[in-house]
């Protein structure tokens, strides 16, 4: 039987008099993802690429496949006949890129390639395949496109295998400032194979060298000897090489690396020792005429920073002129004319925004060890180039 209930009075219809609302939301989303050294990776039998992008030879897979065109002109042919064999159903997008690439506009056209495609937002991965700029600009397009799309990276440079590629920051440049806007966004897996590397030039090996010489100085002395001991032996064919000196070199730097990133992915702490060449650096690299790589730009910083370690008595005089030493044996600079007070002043002053209102400076001390500084002062800058130009004057003077 149906009821008809009268409507309530006025009186009765009062909600109860409000009180201060507040909720609180606590939630996590966890991070797995892996780094494998994976030798042959472009081999058809070799299934690790396929697997990471879901390919079973059964069902066929659909994937976009952004590739940096240099690496296209060496591996298009093999990337193809991979992907063929793995009935992975692959839409190529080949981009030019370097740091003047790094920009919200590529980082769109990436994002358009994924639109054109119809992309599914959580089983069709983007594959990234090409130096850190390219898998820093991937993944920043992936972190924006429907909130976030997956992605692998497939680093093919020394800095990207060591450095930029096996993290989870992505990012572009923005007025004038390196990576100014940016996400954490975690690939789903990243493949490192060291093959890549024997394509290299000397400059571009040189340039993720000096990452690794970051590692040693500031956390790794027997890292230090090791590359003191084969810095007359990397070519690119000995980095492609596996089981080598060299081999044992990259794989202690990632996981020197990863030892440091993993424990504060999001960078909730801001004192961080890989920070080291970091601070003065990302203003030369954006000024400096004729163009430095991210690596070369570093390795000035970081020999600018042994100047102020050594100034500060944290390193004795013979460890910094040693490092500097390994530095310029690697091929890199120590010394850039743009490189001057008042740009590493700006720097500084940037540093000091980036960092949460601290200098937050990570300085070698000694060898293998790192300590923060936050009492920088200008009259250190000045010294610290002063210790440059002396080393210099008297090196060039032995040499004479």
Known sequence: ?????????????????????????????????????????????????????????????????????????????????????????????????????????????????????????????????????????????????????????????????????????????????????????????????????????????????AEIIKMALIDDEQLFHALENTVGHMAPGAWAAPGGPLAAVMERAINGMLAHLIPNLWEQELSRSVDFGHTFSPALELHAKPVLLHGEAVAVDMALSLGLATGRGYLSQDEGVRALRLIERCGLPIQNPVFNLALLQQALAQAVQHRDGQQRLPLPGPLGHCVFVNDLRPEELANALAWLTHYRASTERLSA
């Open 1 to 209: 039987m149906n009821t008809i209930t009268a409507p309530l009075s006025s009186a009765e219809a009062t909600l109860p008099a409000r009180r201060p609302a507040a909720w609180h939301v606590d939630a996590s989303q966890p991070v797995h993802f892996s780094v494998r050294i994976a030798h042959g990776l472009l081999e058809p039998a070799n299934p690790l690429l396929a697997q990471q992008c879901g390919g079973t030879r059964h069902t066929p897979q659909r994937r976009l496949v952004v590739v940096d065109r240099n690496v296209d002109a060496l591996y298009g042919e093999a990337l193809r006949r991979y992907f063929d064999h793995w009935r992975i159903q692959a839409t190529w997008q080949v981009l030019d890129i370097d740091e003047s690439h790094k920009t919200l506009e590529h980082a769109l056209v990436i994002v358009q390639a994924m639109e054109r495609m119809g992309l599914l937002r959580r089983h069709e991965t983007v594959v990234a395949i090409g130096g850190g700029v390219l898998t820093d600009l991937v993944g920043f397009a992936c972190s924006l496109y429907r909130r976030g799309v997956p992605y692998l990276r497939v680093p093919t440079t020394l800095m990207g295998q060591i450095d930029a590629g096996i993290g989870i920051k992505t990012g572009v440049n923005q007025g004038g400032h390196k990576n100014r806007l940016g996400s954490y966004f975690a690939p789903a897996g990243v493949l490192i194979d060291p093959g890549f590397l024997a394509s290299l030039d000397q400059r571009h090996l040189n340039n993720g060298v």
